[in-house]
C-alpha cells in the first residue's frame, strides 16, 4: 500500500502552534491533508502529532490519528527519517504492508496535488530511493558573498568571481514540500538528499514559514494567487479554466488555479 504520512507536532516556538494555526480560513494542516486527498494516490492519510488538537483536526479534514507520536520524536531537534520509520512501523503493526509513504510536511498551503502525483511517477520510474520537489534558486549560489562586522564583502567562492551567472551550473534546492520513498529506505534512515531525485517545480510555488514575517508574506502570496485565479475563468476537469491567459507557458499554468479554486 502507499500511504501519506503527514508529520505535525503541536510544539512550535517561533510561530506557535503553526500547525493548527488558521491560514486562508482553515487550519494550516487542512491544506496538506486536502491535497493529499485531491492527489487519490493514497491508501491511507495518516497524521503523526502528540497534539491532541492536531489530532481532531486531522480528522475533521479526513485523516487518521491512529497512533500519538512519542515525546522523544517530537522535539525541536528531531529528524524527519525517524519520525516517517515509526509512523510505518505503527501502521505494519495493525496488519499492513507499506510499500512506499510519501511524507508531507504540514505547513505547504501551496502544495499541489499533481506534484504529488509526478514525485510518485518519478519514484517508480528510477532506481532512487526518494523522490522531492526541487527549485532553481533565483541567483547562482557560486556567486554569493558575505559581510564582515564591518560590513565588508568577500566572495565564498573566489574562483568563480569573475564568472558569468549564465556560465555557472544551476543550483537547486529542497522546497520542503514532500519526500516520497520506499519503506526500505525509511526504515533503513537512508539520507534524503543523497539517494533521491528531483522534481522540478517553479521557485515562485515554493514558500517557507519559520516566521511571523514567512506568515504574512505567505497569507499575500495566497490572495494574489486567488486574485489571478478567479478571473481567469470558471474550473473544469483538471483544475483547468475555460480561458487560461497562462497558456503561453504551461510550467506557470500547471493547476494552480484549480487548486486555489478549491480553497
Known amino acids: 500500500m502507499k500511504i501519506a504520512i503527514i508529520p505535525a507536532r503541536g510544539g512550535s516556538k517561533r510561530i506557535p502552534g503553526k500547525n493548527k494555526r488558521s491560514f486562508a480560513g482553515k487550519p494550516m494542516i487542512a491544506h496538506a491533508i486536502e491535497a493529499a486527498m485531491r492527489a487519490a494516490i493514497f491508501d491511507r492519510i495518516i497524521v503523526s502529532t502528540d497534539d491532541p488538537e492536531i489530532m481532531t483536526i486531522a480528522n475533521r479534514f479526513g485523516a487518521e490519528t491512529p497512533f ?3 515525546a522523544e520524536l517530537a522535539d525541536d531537534h528531531t529528524p524527519t527519517v525517524p519520525v516517517i520509520a515509526h509512523a510505518i512501523g505503527g501502521i505494519e503493526a495493525q496488519g499492513e504492508t507499506v510499500q512506499a509513504a510519501c511524507c508531507i510536511y504540514p505547513c505547504v498551503p501551496f502544495l499541489q496535488a499533481v506534484d504529488l502525483v ?3 511517477q518519478l519514484l517508480e520510474s528510477s532506481h532512487a530511493d526518494y523522490s522531492f520537489p526541487v527549485a532553481r534558486y533565483p541567483s547562482a549560489p557560486q556567486r554569493s558573498i558575505r559581510l564582515d562586522k564591518d560590513g565588508m564583502t568577500s566572495p565564498f567562492f573566489p574562483e568563480f568571481e569573475l564568472t558569468r551567472s549564465q556560465d555557472l551550473e ?3 534546492f529542497d522546497a520542503g514540500q ?3 520513498g520506499w519503506r526500505a529506505a525509511w526504515l533503513g534512515n537512508t539520507k534524503i538528499h543523497a539517494s533521491g531525485r528531483g522534481l522540478d517545480i517553479p521557485s515562485w ?3 517557507d514559514i519559520d516566521t511571523p514575517d ?3 508574506r505567505a497569507e499575500l502570496m495566497h490572495r494574489a494567487f486567488l486574485s489571478i485565479a478567479e478571473p481567469a475563468g470558471k474550473v473544469i476537469s483538471g483544475g483547468m479554466p475555460h480561458h487560461d491567459r497562462t497558456a503561453a507557458n504551461p510550467e506557470r499554468r500547471t493547476d494552480l488555479t484549480g487548486e486555489f479554486n478549491a480553497v
Open 68 to 70: 500519538v507520536r512519542p
Open 118 to 120: 509526478r514525485g510518485l
Open 170 to 172: 544551476p543550483a537547486y
Open 178 to 180: 514532500f519526500y516520497w
Open 205 to 207: 510555488r515554493v514558500v
Open 214 to 216: 514567512d506568515w504574512d
